[in-house]
Nanobody, 132 residues
Framework: DVQLQASGGGAVQAGESLRLSCAASGFTSADYGIGWFRQAPGKEREGVACISSADNIKRYAESVKGRFTISNGVAKNTVNLQMNSLKSEDTAVYYC?????????????????????????WGQGTLVTVSS
């Protein structure tokens, strides 16, 4: 079974940084895509960033461009999300998700709303709280 473990959440002040990590175990696909989504209280889940296994495709939501960076970690099947210049509106539970084919979920032609229904595997979420 594929399991995703998200970690790195916490409470910070506005302007500070956090790094989230997503570790995927039991994952055998060589062309996978991993994405980060978030859900703030009372709001719908939204896409944040995604990356292909080959590291050549990365996408970001407009709200985090220039502040967040997604990258494949040194450890196999690990993806990091570096979050800088955090704002109070970044407060949410952050989830990582994985798909066997990155092209289905991380293509520029796929909307964030659609992509979240295409990910096969989801982690449990990690809370990020940013106070102003």
């Amino acid at each position: 079974d594929v399991q995703l473990q998200a970690s790195g959440g916490g409470a910070v002040q506005a302007g500070e940084s956090l790094r989230l990590s997503c570790a995927a175990s039991g994952f055998t696909s060589a062309d996978y895509g991993i994405g980060w989504f978030r859900q703030a209280p009372g709001k719908e889940r939204e896409g944040v960033a995604c990356i292909s296994s080959a590291d050549n495709i990365k996408r970001y939501a407009e709200s985090v461009k220039g502040r967040f960076t997604i990258s494949n970690g040194v450890a196999k099947n690990t993806v990091n999300l570096q979050m800088n210049s955090l704002k109070s509106e970044d407060t949410a539970v952050y989830y990582c998700a994985a798909a066997d084919e990155w092209s289905a979920v991380c293509s520029p032609d796929t909307s964030w709303t659609t992509s979240q229904y295409l990910y096969e595997y989801w982690g449990q979420g990690t809370l990020v709280t940013v106070s102003s």
